[in-house]
Nanobody, 126 residues
């Protein structure tokens, strides 16, 4: 069984920054691909960013390109999402997810990921 626990969410003003963390336990985080998704209130869950098992390959959705960076530290079993220049439209519950495969695959599809965290709220005020 794999457990994922997110942290780092909170309330920030527009233009500010936050760094989300996702710590995994229960089995090694390596060598799974992983991702961040978000779900604004009343809307569907959407893809934000993905990373392959060694961190060499990443993908981000166009709306956060140049502002968000996904990274990982396999020695610490931790996934990160650095979020800069935050906008009110970034307000959502953010979820980390881990795949059973090493490569990205169909990385924008939530069904690719077998394990999910409980989510952390990010609120950006204007």
């Amino acid at each position: 069984q794999v457990q994922l626990v997110e942290s780092g969410g909170g309330l920030v003003q527009a233009g500010g920054s936050l760094r989300l963390s996702c710590v995994t336990s229960g089995r090694t985080f390596t060598p799974n691909a992983a991702a961040w998704f978000r779900q604004p209130l009343g809307k569907a869950r959407e893809f934000v960013a993905a990373i392959n098992w060694n961190g060499f390959t990443t993908r981000v959705v166009d709306s956060v390109k140049g502002r968000f960076t996904i990274s990982r530290d396999n020695a610490k079993n931790t996934l990160y999402l650095q979020m800069n220049t935050l906008k009110p439209e970034d307000t959502a519950v953010y979820y980390c997810a881990a795949s059973r495969q090493t490569f990205l695959g169909d990385y924008m599809y939530a069904g690719t990921y077998a394990y999910w965290g409980q989510g952390t709220q990010v609120t950006v005020s204007s």
